[in-house]
């Protein structure tokens, strides 16, 4: 196959369409526009008063026009992407964020609020299947590229050992890995490594800095060139676009590292405990809705350390078939025993509870000690959303303990971005352990556990991540205390009656938080459970932007969801995830897809995932929008689909007659995304 | 009778027709030869072998239209038949353990003293505890790093450019160049071809190991080992051979026998593995480093060394045993070492060939599903070996504060100190009276060792050190409250019990750091002394 050659600049197919030289004339036009937009912004300020002085106005408000159309190292706009189109703002709307990181968007239609309509049922999801010619002829590619495979190792074993050393055995050495376990890596994942660890520079917001590289040998070495190539990023998970290196919540770190420094040395137990730490769980119980929370340093490691110490030997785990591999991980070093379900099937799980639950454990029929039930609240390979209201009513008469893993879920959906509970109106201690991570929706990292304060008490002893780990750092945390506290808004009167004594039990402030309200969210936190250097501006304190990301998530997860349909795509998952992912089946469509996206005049990164994190046959383009994206950001990555789409043969969903043209639904997006879910 | 017979001389016929028109078609198939030939050759006029053919063709046939899933619990010996109604009522009667157990008074109480810090970590952090600053010698902050102003401004520098998220993992864009300069940086550090890095500390070696050790690799590790390398190898699923705590002595002889062992069943060769520690998490000693090497060079293992406490606390300028004992840091075929403890930043690295390393960007597990680590917590890792590379005197600093720490203790009579003389962490075991101290102290233990050695498939040793740990653990953590009200801070090295292999004896652990100056350790440590004494008289 002629696709391992790499992106050499000579021996892509589909050179780079030569950059129209770029209009200054709109560009110079726009950024006089701003700046007088600026201008008149900063007057205004000046008449009305600040409302409180907690809530201290940053420089951000006020940062000049360079500040927000970042042009850097790239040089003009010729890829479209430094300078926003459409209509540049009045006086009212303040741009406080850098159009590159997270995108300039004022048009209050493009807005949509992801909430599950009360009563109604659960949609369940469809997968639709494609032609048989395309099944067909995706076995026969991974046929061809098998043999092919094996001949090459073959051939190659016999003229030229030395490159296949480490796969021999070699002085008494066993080789490292057998060369029957590393087949698919290197036959198969190699031909298309063009895809995968590309190396970035900058802010992995809306736009993404990639560093050129090419491969000489057929990708057994990649060359990082110095040029960059700035590029529409629909792949890093910033749901709700706070990865950002400007603005209220950078801001926040800043000062956070001045006065905290940059790490906590060591882990809780033994002496990496400090006051903030403290103070983020109980943020984050507060923003989940749960009486007390324990963070830990990494997201994998939170399910990894943590499940082990809910459960042991005796009793059941009921795994959901796709659930993540730190989910795996951490079921299997917990020694207990361990079923699956197909995905997101109600019935198989109720048949499966019945007959785990009868026939008590195997051999010995003795009932189990306990059973836990992990789902994902949305999954990150499918897009589907776990159907919460129905595990609910299992979990009524069948008396297991839930664990919902919000890593994807969390920020994302929800009126009020607190996850799956939030988006079906369901109180979140309905569930015995919520848990999420920071690095999808908050542009931090690590991950969080939540539940009452009983068990995360025992957690903190029992799970190996307070004893074994470090700490995670204070930057970190304040990353999380900031974006947290935008999208819950802050309350400044304080509501909450006494101060909040810090650290003198690890979650006694999380505790006395909750007592004085029962169903706390939504709710805003007071600013007495924050830190008392933390000043966040005016738009991010009120929860205004924070609504805003939120409303400008949904819209644009549902846009790019039923575009995608509407042109003719076969797509998974449920239309309020930001996770879309594109079905492609044939493996030589993900090379071609990938670079043809890449290509283009607005380059544009997205991900493909194949097998063995997807069965064979579904390979895929997985989508992953966020809130820095503006309408016309979702206009293009349609419009490239569309285009590509045609040229690869993609278009296996909806009939000829059901179609829309790509100018229908750009022009219909605010109809489209307007559809109720059960018309739809 | 010619007519009685006429209509069974049809079907006769019929079926002789049908049958030689059977065997024509069957013979014009490709490969209808062979078959015949595979036949007649073991059917060889015995109606019975060919009777066992058919039995084995179908077993075969059974075994793979056999559902693979529900074979565990559904298989027919064990799986009971309930109607629906028996199945609700059992159901019905079912009752759940609860989720977790409320802590006790004990626990709630010991939870309530961990050491939480006021403002910035550092030498004289103030404690939330008791609103007072207290002297450091809890966290992990070994050459100082927690407070370099340079690291700080390049960290901040960072955020300015990247933000505080990667936003993914490495495979789709959250491979930034400045993870990419870490892993450099490491590498040339410690002179390998190449390195790699993880986004924790505990998750890196027990990531590590998964990757390369598989089913039927052969494991031979140290009885005394931490967490993150028992996790790592129960995800294996390797095969596990034992050696006694940091005694080479014992590893020799568990290597001739693995050989023995591999020799008598000639069975193929396997991939084997020596895994250790070079400062031990449990207790501070130190492995012989030149001693492991040539071990492993003669028996042909492949060594797995986990230098998360050596890296940045011992060598002249911090690279860990490698330096110390002058051996080439590439004859060791996986090095990990953590940057959250040795460069005050977070997550651990494996450093090592580029084969060894490339193999980790996909089968690692928490390589290759997780976000990556922070950049800016990446450039304070690079700006880390910087300083550790230009300025040895902070290791000197460190020497001496350890040893100054050393001197101090070595006088307490009540106590015992397993760890090494040169090492970071200072683990301070209580002397028992209530036992004979042969059995207490791990080293005299050694010296009166029995002439029969261990079982190396029992990670239980021979002669199992005695110790009541209820009792020292209260008696230790007495201590450190008492310490921690007189403004030092200490904590007791913290183990989920129950949950290690083999339980580690209850101790204190000591951290030193050289951002203490002289004197405040030796003041620092004379507070404990005093306490120590006047205890246990």
Known sequence: MALNRGSSPTSSIFKKQKHSPSSPPTAASYLSALSQADARARNAQRGTPTSTPALSLSSSLTTSTEDTVLTEEDGGNSDGLAIPVGKPPNSEQLYTTVHTEFGHCYNEEYRHISQHPQGAPVPRHVEQDPPYYILFSTYISYLILIVLGHLRDFLGKRFRAQSYKHLTPHDGYAPLNSD????????????????????????????????????????QTQIILDT??????????????????????????????????????????????????????????????????????????????????????????????????????????????????????????????REAISQGQPKTHRPWKKILLIVEGMYSMEGTMVDLPSVLMLKEKYKFYLFVDEAHSIGAIGPHGRGVCDYFGVDPRKVDVLMGTFTKSFGASGGYLSGNKALIDRLRIRGYSGAYTEAIAPPVLTQIIASMASIMSIDDDGSVPGAIKLGLHPSSSSSTLHQVVDYPHPGPISQRALPHWLSLPLPLASGAEGLMRLRRLSFNSYYLHRGLDKLGFITYGHPSSPIVPLLLFNPAKMIMFHRMMKDRKTPIVIVVVAYPATPLVTSRVRFCVSASHTKEDIDSVLMACDEIGDVLDLKHGLSKGERWSIDEVCRRAVELVHIPDHEH | MASASSPLDTVVLTIAHSLS?????????????????????????????????????????????????????????????????????????????????????????????????????????????TGKPAINLASLNFTGLANNEHIKQRALEAMRKYGVGSCGPTGFYGNFDVHIQCEKDIAEFLDTESAILYWQGFSTISSVIPAFCKRGDIIVVDRAVTLSIQKGMEISRSTIRWYDHNDLHSLEEVLQSVEKERRKRKGPLTRRFIITEGIFERDGTMTDLPKLIELKQKYKYRLILDESFSFGSVGRTGRGLTELYNVKASKVDMLVGSCAIGLCATGGFCAGSKNVVEHQRINAPAYVFSAS???????????????????????????????????????????????HRASPIIHIYLRNTAYTDNLLHPSSAASMASSKPSNPSSPVPRDVPVFDIEREERLLQEVVEEAMAQGVMITKAKRVRGLEITEARPSIRLAMSSALSKSDTEKAVHVLVKILKRKFR
Request: glycine share 6%.
């Open chain 1, 228 to 353: 960059r190539t700035r590029a529409l990023n629909v792949s890093s998970y910033n749901y709700l676009g706070f990865a950002q290196a400007r603005g209220g919540c950078a801001d926040a770190v800043e000062e956070s590292m001045k006065r905290y420094g940059v790490t906590s040395c060591g882990s809780r137990l033994e002496g990496g405990s400090t006051d903030l730490h403290t103070l983020a769980e109980s943020v984050v119980a507060k923003f989940v809705g749960m009486e007390a929370a324990v963070i830990s340093s990494m997201g994998f490691a939170t399910n990894s350390t943590f499940i082990p110490a809910l459960v042991s030997k005796g009793c059941l785990i009921i795994s959901d078939e796709l659930n993540h591999s730190s989910i795996r991980f951490g079921a299997r070093s917990s020694g207990a025993h361990v079923r699956m379900f197909k995905h997101n099937d109600m019935e198989a799980l109720e048949s499966l509870l």
């Open chain 2, 373 to 419: 680590m922070p950049p800016l917590l990446a450039v304070s890792a690079s700006e880390g070996i910087n300083v550790l590379r230009d300025t040895p005197s902070l290791l000197t600093r460190l020497q001496d504060n350890i040893r100054a720490a050393r001197a101090l203790l070595d006088q307490v009579e009540c106590i015992s100190i397993p760890s």
């Open chain 2, 21 to 129: 028109a059977v065997e024509r078609t069957f013979y014009k198939l490709p490969g209808s030869a062979i078959i015949e030939r595979y036949v007649r050759s073991s059917h060889q006029n015995d109606p019975g072998r060919t009777f066992l053919e058919l039995i084995i063709f179908f077993l075969v046939v059974r075994t793979l239209l056999q559902s693979r899933t529900r074979a565990d619990s559904n298989n027919a010996k064990n799986f009971i038949e309930f109607t629906e109604k028996e199945i609700d009522e059992l159901v019905e009667d079912w009752v759940p353990e609860p989720l977790s157990r409320p802590l006790d008074d004990v626990e709630a109480a010991e939870l309530a003293a961990v050491p939480v810090v006021a403002g910035p970590n550092g030498p004289h952090p103030i404690l939330v505890n």
């Open chain 1, 180 to 219: 029957f376990d590393s087949f698919y890596t290197r036959r198969l994942k190699k031909r298309m490594d063009e895809c995968f660890l590309q190396p970035v520079t900058g802010v992995a917001g809306r736009t993404i800095s990639l560093l050129d590289r090419y491969t000489p040998d057929c990708n």
